[in-house]
T-cell receptor, first 114, second 114 residues
Framework: NAGVTQTPKFRILKIGQSMTLQCTQD?????MYWYRQDPGMGLKLIYY???????DKGEVPNGYNVSRSTTEDFPLRLELAAPSQTSVYFC?????????????FGEGSWLTVV | GDSVTQMEGPVTLSEEAFLTINCTYT??????LFWYVQYPGEGLQLLLK?????DKGSNKGFEATYRKETTSFHLEKGSVQVSDSAVYFC?????????????FGTGTRLTIIP
């Protein structure tokens, strides 16, 4: 029962570098999401996707890009990393048609930009 | 827009004490309500949920009742254990716009001392 899998779990980036956080789910969920969690704060939605080929901005999309070429994968790209992007990133998925509105989360990716 | 207001933390209790974490919400549609728990170093896990007014969600001794008249979804447990130490997030999902995005509260850190 893999569920939602994120990699890497930890990463340190230098200012201006780029990287991709990988996310895959094996539950055949249509919906996928990327959230970020800053210290002492709730989760903020970065981007989401309601199906392959469809993506949409969330609350805090600036500095990020996503793609959804398959149902399983939803990578998050950080271009020109900035210290403000130091955060914990969570990928999630759901399938409203069969599982109501329960959202399943990955274990998180801790990113530090120095 | 939708919002979730959660009891400020941190909360420290002795083992076997009674727990209440307050949560109130505002939403334009007919939200489902959730409590997620985040144990140290881990991702978020669904603790319980309620999808309509007067529903009671329960799991692992925790309970919360969807109160539409007071727009509340307070989390309770009769006798807490050290293993309940974690951060608890209240969240809502409003399907009025056809998707399943979660809006989170800021989280309440709970520490149980033996």
């Amino acid at each position: 029962n893999a569920g939602v899998t994120q990699t890497p779990k930890f990463r340190i980036l230098k200012i201006g570098q780029s990287m991709t956080l990988q996310c895959t789910q094996d539950m055949n969920h249509n919906y996928m999401y990327w959230y970020r969690q800053d210290p002492g704060m709730g989760l903020k939605l970065i981007y989401y996707s309601v199906g392959a080929g469809i993506t949409d901005k969330g609350e805090v999309p600036n500095g990020y890009n996503v793609s959804r070429s398959t149902t399983e994968d939803f990578p998050l790209r950080l271009e020109l990393a900035a210290p403000s992007q130091t955060s914990v990133y969570f990928c999630a998925s759901s399938n409203p048609g069969t599982e109501g509105n329960t959202i399943y989360f990955g274990e998180g990716s801790w990113l530090t930009v120095v | 827009g939708d919002s979730v207001t959660q009891m400020e933390g941190p909360v420290t209790l002795s083992e076997e004490a009674f727990l209440t974490i307050n949560c109130t919400y505002t939403a334009t549609g007919y939200p489902s309500l959730f409590w997620y728990v985040q144990y140290p170093g881990e991702g978020l896990q669904l603790l319980l949920k309620a999808t309509k007014a007067d529903d009671k969600g329960s799991n692992k001794g925790f309970e919360a009742t969807y109160r539409k008249e007071t727009t509340s979804f307070h989390l309770e447990k009769g006798s807490v254990q050290v293993s309940d130490s974690a951060v608890y997030f209240c969240a809502l999902s409003d399907r009025s716009f056809g998707n399943e995005k979660l809006t989170f509260g800021t989280g309440t850190r709970l520490t149980i001392i033996p």
